[in-house]
């Protein structure tokens, strides 16, 4: 069983940044690839940025890159999304993933570790 645990969502003005971290408990997390995706309301989940076991290798989807950064301390158990630059369109629930969802940078439909997801909105 895996528990994944999001914080430090909030209110913030458009331009300005929040970082949000997922702790991990459970299983060997230095071993996962862990991802994080968001779900606007109304919208469907999606893909936001991914990590490496290692740490090695980041992903990121299009409407993200260079404003927001992906990092991992597998010594803490947790990964963490640095968003800067932030926009009203990044307004969503961002959910961490520890599962296959991260692996292939899509929302795997099937069984997955999720979080429940920490609530972040921007205002301009």
């Known amino acids: 069983q895996v528990q994944l645990v999001e914080s430090g969502g909030g209110l913030v003005q458009a331009g300005g940044s929040l970082r949000l971290s997922c702790a991990a408990s459970?299983?060997?997390?230095?071993?996962?690839?862990m991802g994080w995706f968001r779900q606007a309301p109304g919208k469907e989940r999606e893909f936001v940025a991914t990590?490496?076991?290692?740490?090695?290798?980041?992903y990121y989807a299009d409407s993200v890159k260079g404003r927001f950064s992906i990092s991992r301390d597998n010594t803490k158990n947790t990964v963490y999304l640095q968003m800067d630059s932030l926009k009203p369109e990044d307004t969503a629930v961002y959910y961490c993933?520890?599962?296959?969802?991260?692996?292939?940078?899509?929302?795997?439909?099937?069984?997955?570790?999720w979080g429940n997801g920490t609530l972040v909105t921007v205002f301009s």
């Open positions: 993933n520890a599962g296959r969802s991260a692996l292939t940078q899509r929302v795997y439909s099937g069984t997955d570790y």
């Open positions: 990590i490496s076991w290692s740490g090695s290798s980041t």
């Open positions: 459970g299983r060997t997390f230095s071993s996962s690839a």
